[in-house]
């Protein structure tokens, strides 16, 4: 199993080049389902999940170039036939978001069996949502044997009212309103930029959608969908992770080929911290420090709001600042499980339900800690990286399975991170999904 050696006490100076988009890629390679022809997604990012939906895909009779040397960033996938639409939990159970082929394949298909995702490291990740939107356009859906079965002669347009924000069921219902018969207007959407992606390649498909990254949409079912090729947005969260790298080591880091737009609640929030933030060029943000770190309090919330994914990342970062930060989990139930990790390596930080209390400055000292999830695994890179001595994390496929490289874009700006694979372990079990 890979592990990380980091050695903490580097500024960090230069420049890192944001990968595509994780959370967008998914869902867009999903749209493939929804017609015939070809799909090319350009701007990629090289990842765990990605190969896993390439694989879904595949299992599922799709024809998906894997990508080569040259084209590593570029993906073809063409659903001219689906022998077998079924979502297996052999794969499902490494990646939740697998669910986003529940919507694609009662639209094209009008069947589709897919394995009820389960819960995860950071909460129970119900899709009652999706199940509830599908049955409101007509789809009949029986569990059993952990499996979903669901069928649909042809979809119709529907009114749907989300009970509770969420980012796939919002995508999944968007990919099977497309191909219905009739007008779709769903409200309560999650209004996240990768929605907004899936809508850009879903229109470019032919699809006609108004109101996407706003929290009504409103579709206007088409018969069929054509070929498209379309370029993924960069990865905010990513973005927003090398942030606070260049924050929490005090160094010059410009984060380039990103969207700044997407990233104004970090943003905001790290200037709140008193980091000293630019933006050079409509691509990029740069980090340098202020006069000093401050104890800032966040609470998670749906986009545009503080991001549920930057919260374990922020969490380290207020390790260092002066104060105390209270730090609200509103968006999952169990998305603290770096804390206690953070604690071995000297962090002061209570856990009260769904809030941390976390007292700084605090001196950290390296230690061997265990990666639980993507973005808990993050969260102990950023504290290795300013912790007195050499870290080793284990588990880090956790992090491959949303950071393209990350070992690599970290050392070329001065960071001391090695991979150390352990070439006679047994191949890594199936990453728990989260
Ligand atoms: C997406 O997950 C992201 N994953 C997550 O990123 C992200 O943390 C999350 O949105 C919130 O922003 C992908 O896009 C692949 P939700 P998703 O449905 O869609 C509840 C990462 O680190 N809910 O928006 O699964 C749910 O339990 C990952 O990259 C229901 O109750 O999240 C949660 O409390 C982790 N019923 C809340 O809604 C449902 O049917 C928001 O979940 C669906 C969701």
Same mark, same amino acid.
């Given at each position: 199993?890979?592990?990380?050696?980091?050695?903490?006490?580097?500024?960090? #100076?230069?420049?890192?080049?944001?990968?595509?988009?994780?959370?967008?890629?998914?869902?867009?390679?999903?749209?493939?389902?929804?017609?015939?022809?070809?799909?090319?997604?350009?701007?990629?990012?090289?990842?765990?999940?990605?190969?896993?939906?390439?694989?879904?895909?595949?299992?599922?009779?799709?024809?998906?170039?894997?990508?080569?040397?040259?084209?590593?960033?570029?993906?073809?996938? &063409?659903?001219?036939? $689906?022998?077998?639409?079924?979502?297996?939990? %052999?794969?499902?159970?490494?990646?939740?978001?697998? &669910? *986003?082929?529940?919507?694609?394949?009662?639209?094209?298909?009008?069947?589709?069996?897919?394995?009820?995702?389960?819960?995860?490291?950071?909460?129970?990740?119900? !899709? @009652?949502?999706? !199940?509830?939107?599908?049955?409101?356009?007509?789809?009949? +859906?029986?569990?059993? /044997?952990?499996?979903?079965?669901?069928?649909?002669?042809?979809?119709?347009?529907?009114?749907?009212?989300?009970?509770?924000?969420?980012?796939?069921?919002?995508?999944?219902?968007?990919?099977?309103?497309?191909?219905?018969?009739?007008?779709?207007?769903?409200?309560?959407?999650?209004?996240?930029?990768?929605?907004?992606?899936?809508?850009?390649?879903?229109?470019?498909?032919?699809?006609?959608?108004?109101?996407?990254?706003?929290?009504?949409?409103?579709?206007?079912?088409?018969?069929?969908? /054509?070929?498209?090729?379309?370029?993924?947005?960069?990865?905010?969260?990513?973005?927003?992770?090398? *942030?606070?790298?260049?924050?929490?080591?005090?160094? =010059?880091?410009?984060?380039?080929?990103?969207?700044?737009? /997407?990233?104004?609640?970090?943003?905001?929030?790290? %200037?709140?911290?008193?980091?000293? +933030? =630019?933006?050079?060029?409509?691509?990029?943000?740069?980090?340098?420090?202020?006069?000093?770190?401050?104890?800032?309090?966040?609470?998670?919330?749906?986009?545009?709001?503080?991001?549920? @994914?930057?919260?374990?990342?922020?969490?380290?970062?207020?390790?260092?600042?002066?104060?105390?930060?209270? !730090?609200?989990?509103?968006?999952?139930?169990?998305?603290?499980? /770096?804390?206690? %990790?953070?604690?071995?390596?000297?962090?002061?930080?209570? #856990?009260?339900?769904?809030?941390?209390?976390?007292?700084?400055?605090?001196?950290? &000292?390296?230690?061997?800690?265990?990666?639980?999830?993507?973005?808990?695994?993050?969260?102990?890179?950023?504290?290795? $990286?300013?912790?007195?001595?050499?870290?080793?994390?284990?588990?880090?496929?956790?992090?491959?399975?949303?950071?393209?490289?990350?070992?690599?874009?970290?050392?070329?700006?001065?960071?001391?991170?090695?991979?150390?694979?352990?070439?006679?372990?047994?191949? #890594?079990?199936?990453?728990?999904?989260?």
């Amino acid at each position: 199993m890979d592990k990380f050696v980091i050695r903490g006490g580097n500024p960090l #100076v230069g420049t890192v080049r944001v990968s595509g988009a994780k959370n967008s890629a998914l869902p867009c390679m999903a749209a493939a389902i929804l017609t015939e022809e070809e799909i090319t997604l350009e701007n990629i990012p090289q990842v765990r999940d990605i190969d896993t939906e390439r694989k879904l895909l595949a299992s599922m009779g799709a024809e998906v170039d894997f990508g080569t040397v040259s084209s590593q960033h570029r993906t073809t996938i &063409s659903c001219r036939t $689906l022998s077998d639409p079924v979502a297996k939990y %052999e794969i499902v159970k490494t990646m939740r978001a697998s &669910s *986003l082929v529940l919507g694609p394949l009662l639209a094209r298909t009008g069947m589709a069996r897919v394995a009820m995702p389960g819960g995860c490291a950071i909460g129970g990740r119900p !899709i @009652d949502l999706h !199940i509830k939107g599908l049955e409101k356009m007509g789809a009949t +859906i029986i569990q059993e /044997h952990g499996y979903l079965e669901a069928r649909a002669s042809r979809l119709k347009g529907a009114h749907l009212v989300f009970d509770k924000i969420t980012v796939t069921g919002t995508e999944d219902l968007l990919m099977a309103a497309v191909l219905a018969d009739g007008e779709t207007v769903m409200e309560n959407c999650a209004r996240e930029p990768e929605v907004t992606d899936l809508a850009a390649l879903l229109t470019a498909m032919g699809a006609n959608i108004e109101g996407a990254g706003t929290s009504t949409i409103r579709v206007q079912g088409v018969s069929s969908l /054509h070929r498209a090729t379309y370029r993924i947005n960069p990865d905010r969260i990513e973005a927003g992770t090398y *942030l606070i790298a260049g924050a929490i080591t005090r160094g =010059d880091l410009t984060v380039a080929y990103c969207n700044p737009d /997407h990233l104004r609640a970090v943003i905001a929030k790290l %200037e709140e911290a008193g980091v000293r +933030i =630019d933006i050079p060029a409509a691509d990029a943000v740069r980090v340098r420090p202020g006069n000093g770190l401050f104890a800032t309090d966040i609470s998670t919330e749906e986009y545009p709001g503080f991001p549920t @994914d930057m919260q374990a990342q922020y969490m380290a970062l207020a390790t260092q600042a002066e104060g105390v930060s209270l !730090i609200k989990e509103n968006i999952f139930e169990n998305r603290f499980m /770096h804390v206690q %990790e953070l604690v071995r390596m000297g962090a002061n930080i209570k #856990v009260d339900g769904r809030t941390a209390t976390v007292r700084g400055p605090a001196k950290l &000292s390296a230690a061997a800690v265990m990666c639980s999830d993507l973005r808990a695994s993050a969260s102990l890179v950023l504290a290795a $990286l300013v912790a007195d001595g050499e870290s080793i994390l284990d588990r880090v496929y956790h992090m491959d399975r949303g950071y393209e490289r990350i070992e690599e874009k970290l050392r070329s700006v001065g960071a001391e991170i090695q991979r150390m694979g352990n070439v006679f372990a047994p191949r #890594v079990p199936a990453a728990v999904a989260d």
